[in-house]
């Protein structure tokens, strides 16, 4: 039977638990374990899908077309859990599904409440996300970790915490395990670390009813033995089980080897009563980190986007970027542009990059900043790299300034542009509920035999995520073609573009779907590290090249 674990988080929001959430689920699996991830979220939207970056971060897409929290990210990177649209459940959605329910009259007259209704639903929730076994070498996963958003006492996240709550006492008591994650405070003025905000976080906890087995301590400074003695001394936590999580000096794919070292790994076992491998082998992941202290170049990449001012607008995008310098021993620094100050500042403040990566969007907000920067990379021979809305800037640039289309433009813009050269499909006409209804998740793309996109991938099919309403329109492909813009992905059935690249150009590739939602530390997606290396390879700074050699020691 499927062992569980819910991962709370207390003092303040921002401490990272996605992420301590996915270390755990790798350190488990690097002992042998099967494991799956799901994320609780308390806010009311059914998805975050409909929620604007900047208020939430970006939006993740599973394979199956789920609109997800961006941790869910996190999970992909960190571990092989399969995550589908039972990974994330919102209150939103939890209330729909009990609200429907009423509606047909499946609760037979009763008076429908927070507890039970609410609570059952949560739990079914939690069931459903460990995933049915699929075939026969399928097996039920061992450990299934939920991770339950926001902080302890807020109003949102009670029914969910009295859901865990129950969920723990109706099963034996080795099946369950608890573990919160706090923050010790710094305060520079008296030179000391605080444990009161623990002490009151948990305190809160074990007002709900439930008793955290773990604690891992957020921390700037080293936890002190004497204060680790406190805080399970207060907290009714065994020492052991108080552990240390400091704030990373180079990079957060750290963290599961300080846990590890921490004695996580061995906690969770004997908690859960878990047969497993005596010891967690994260060799290969500690080698990844010790290549990442390596590091050998240095390059810098320009992103012009919309939301650029809050780092978890592009989070995979940025991560999938880091996957691809650790692979070519290089670090990748980020020059984020705002697309408006392309056009206000000038296409100057783009001078010195070693590349142009133009990311996903919606809106006309900033638009016409990411054509004029693609059009600054096409002409000056920079590498350029465009994810979804970045392919249909490269398209309408090309049209404009190439083609002689000059008004050009995609159909989310100018409704009534004479060249439609982004267009919707007639499936999609007429649909006004914005959540949900985009292409979502996983598609086939074939490529072109020869073409950029085949060498990078090493193979003719590969299977990409995707969440936009616009496409290419086909209309315009053969004269594209014949002007050296090269559709070389295509979707088989549909006929649908997915891929354009320029082969005049040394690396210039534009893509409809979200490769980012596929590249982790250990296996970087092949499009960004072809990038990366093509940035590298094009620099015309060589004082980037070898630059930590010429840093003194
Ligand atoms: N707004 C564009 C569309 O809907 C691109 C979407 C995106 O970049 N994710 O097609």
Request: proline fraction near 5%; include cysteine; glycine fraction near 10%.
């Amino acid at each position: 039977m499927t062992k569980h674990i819910f991962v709370t988080g207390g003092v303040v929001s921002s401490l990272g638990k996605g992420l301590t959430s996915a270390a755990i689920g790798l350190i488990l699996e690097r002992r042998g374990l099967s494991v799956s991830m799901q994320k609780l979220d308390p806010y009311i939207n059914v998805d975050p899908g409909t929620m604007s970056p900047f208020q939430h971060g970006e939006v993740y897409v599973t394979n199956d077309g789920a609109e997800t929290d961006l941790d869910l990210g996190h999970y992909e990177r960190f571990t092989q859990a399969k995550l589908t649209k039972n990974s994330n459940f919102t209150t939103g959605n939890i209330y729909q599904s009990v609200i429907m329910r009423e509606r047909r009259g499946d609760y037979l007259g009763r008076t429908v409440q927070v507890i039970p209704h609410i609570t059952d639903a949560i739990k079914d929730a939690i069931q459903a996300g460990i995933g049915e076994p699929t075939g026969e070498d399928d097996a039920e996963v061992d450990v299934a970790i939920t991770e339950i958003g926001g902080t302890v006492g807020d109003i949102e996240s009670l029914p969910f915490l009295e859901a865990i709550r129950q969920f723990g006492i109706e099963r034996p008591r080795d099946d369950v395990m608890f573990v919160h994650i706090t923050l010790l405070p710094y305060l520079r003025a008296s030179g000391e670390m605080k444990t009161k905000p623990t002490q009151q976080s948990v305190g809160k906890l074990r007002e709900i009813g439930i008793q955290p087995d773990v604690l891992i301590c957020r921390t700037e400074q080293p936890m002190t033995e004497d204060m680790a003695r406190k805080i399970s001394l207060f907290c009714n936590v065994r020492r052991e089980a108080v552990i240390e999580e400091r704030d990373v000096d180079l990079s957060i794919y750290q963290v599961p080897l300080m846990l590890v070292e921490a004695g996580l790994d061995r906690i969770i076992v004997n908690h859960l009563h878990l047969s497993q491998e005596s010891h967690t082998d994260l060799s290969d992941w500690a080698a990844m980190v010790e290549q990442i202290r390596g590091t050998k170049c240095h390059i810098e990449v320009g992103i012009v986007g919309k939301y650029i001012e809050l780092h978890d607008a592009y989070k995979s995008i940025y991560e999938s970027l880091a996957h691809a310098g650790i692979a070519n021993s290089t670090t990748v620094s980020l020059r984020k542009l705002s697309a408006e100050d392309v056009i206000d500042k000038g296409i100057e403040i783009l001078e010195g990059v070693d590349g142009l990566l133009i990311p996903g969007g919606f809106g006309e907000r900033g638009l016409e900043g990411k054509i004029a920067a693609t059009r600054w990379a096409r002409e000056n021979q920079v590498p350029f790299f465009g994810i979804c809305l970045g392919l249909q800037c490269a398209v309408i640039e090309f049209a404009r300034n190439v083609c002689g289309l000059k008004e050009a433009h995609t159909l989310e813009h100018t409704p009534h542009t004479p060249d439609p050269v982004i267009h919707l499909l007639p499936s999609q006409e007429g649909i006004s509920d914005k959540g949900g209804t985009m292409r979502l998740g996983g598609y086939e793309c074939r490529l072109a035999p020869g073409s950029l996109a085949h060498k990078l991938y090493g193979e003719e099919r590969v299977a990409e995520r995707h969440r936009h309403r616009y496409e290419f329109n086909n209309e315009y492909r053969e004269r594209f073609e014949a002007a050296g813009l090269l559709p070389s992905g295509i979707h088989p059935e549909l006929d649908l573009v997915e891929i354009v690249e320029q082969p005049a150009h040394p690396f210039f590739i534009g893509v409809q779907f979200h490769p980012e939602f596929k590249s982790s530390p250990l296996r970087p997606h092949p499009i960004f590290r072809g990038f990366v290396a093509a940035c590298l390879a094009l620099t015309k700074d060589p004082t980037k090249i070898d630059l930590v050699a010429q840093r003194s020691p």
